[in-house]
Each structure stands twice: as C-alpha cells, then as structure tokens.
C-alpha cells in the first residue's frame, strides 16, 4: 500500500507560466510534508516543507498547499524557469521520523 | 563543507558476491538513512539509524545489513549480491530538531549486479 502517491509521473511547461506538482497521501498520522528535487546523477536535496498546522507556506517563486481534509498537497512554482527542470519527490512523515516518499513528477520546463 | 559522502559512486558485482558501501557525514547529524531508487519508482527506505550504535529496519531491509558504529559513519552491507538488487544507493542524514527538519543526500551510489 502506496502511502505517498504523485500520480503524473511528468509534467512539460512552458517557461513562465506555472508548474503545479500534486501529491497525495493516505495515512492521516502524517504530520509534516517535504518536497526534494533531483537533477541526474545527483541525490535529492530539500526544497520547502509544510507542516500539518498550516496550508502554505511560500519560499520565493516556490509555495506548497496542504489540504488536510483531501490528504493532498501540491507544489506550486511560478514563473517556472528551465533550471527547474527536474524530478520532484513528495515526501511525508509524522512524529519527527523517516520519511515515505512518492515515484516523483519528472517536470520539464521547455525555454 | 563535505556533507555527505558516500563510497564508491559506482560499482558492479556478480551474482554472490559481497560489498560494503559508506557513508559518511560531516554535519553531527543524529539520525542516517540508507535509500534504495529503482526507475520510476521514489526512494525506499532499506534501514535506518537514529544514534550511533542503533539501528532499525526500514521498509526493503531483506538482504542487507548495516552498521552505525561512529555517530559520522553508516555503512551498507550487502552479503550476496542478487540482481534484484541492482539499484542507485542514496545515503541521507538529518538532526531531529522542532518538529522535523529535512535530510540531506549523498551523492548515490550505483550498483549493478550481473
């Protein structure tokens, strides 16, 4: 059972306009969201978190949306830029452990 | 500032045989992972430390073992290579602060066994 589910494995964007990455969860004990980017031949690294008792937090061009009700959150980033070409994981976990991460969003963002 | 580093970056077993694979962290991070990517699919947790000389099995720990005898060093053992665990290795580590913090990725390591 697929705990952290991103359900489009790809996403292709024009430059400038908004990429909206979405990831859902099933186990209501999560307390505390991540996303992580990866380029190729590189490991992940962190890019903004959300936790339970909110639903946004923003860090520049980049905002994720938790709604608790739906288990779902998404990852908005606006305006998109190639550099942001990448894979983005969904990670959730509760009471400060490990976290359970998702397949991943390959994002595209073509010039 | 290192971070973390894991040893080596790629290698290639046969069938049986044995590997060791390190990580290690220059930030006094309490806690290590040990991920395992396979294509398409996210990161799956194979074991995980929370101090040093503790360890625990996370969601795929059949047919490795660990060892987390100094709080900077997590190492990976593999005591006979399957295909099956043909795979990119990614360490992680992170420090359990307010709430939780994010963790922080070695480079990985790719490992193809024939």
């Known amino acids: 059972d697929q705990q952290v589910k991103q359900n489009s494995p790809s996403l292709s964007v024009q430059e400038g306009r908004i990429s909206i990455l979405n990831c859902d969860y099933t186990n209501s004990m999560f307390d505390y969201f991540l996303w992580y980017k990866k380029y190729p031949a590189e490991g992940p690294t962190f890019l903004i978190s959300?936790?339970?008792?909110?639903d946004k937090n923003e860090d520049g061009r980049f905002t994720v949306f938790l709604n608790k009700s739906a288990k779902h959150l998404s990852l908005h980033i606006v305006p998109s830029q190639p550099g942001d070409s990448a894979v983005y994981f969904c990670a959730a976990s509760y009471n400060a452990g490990k976290s359970t991460f998702g397949d991943g969003t390959t994002l595209t963002v073509k010039p | 500032n290192a971070g973390v580093t894991q040893t080596p970056k790629f290698r290639v077993l046969k069938t049986g045989q044995s590997m060791t694979l390190l990580c290690a962290q220059d930030?006094?991070?309490?806690?290590m992972y040990w991920y395992r990517q396979d294509p398409g699919m996210g990161l799956r947790l194979i074991h995980y430390s929370v101090g040093e000389g503790t360890t625990a099995k996370g969601e795929v720990p059949d047919g490795y073992n660990v060892s987390r005898l100094k709080k900077q060093n997590f190492l990976l053992g593999l005591e006979s290579a399957a295909p099956s665990q043909t795979s990119v290795y990614f360490c992680a580590s992170s420090s359990p602060g307010q709430g939780f913090t994010e963790a922080f990725f070695g480079q990985g390591t790719r490992l193809t066994v024939v």
């Open positions: 959300i936790s339970s008792i909110k």
């Open positions: 930030m006094n991070h309490e806690y």
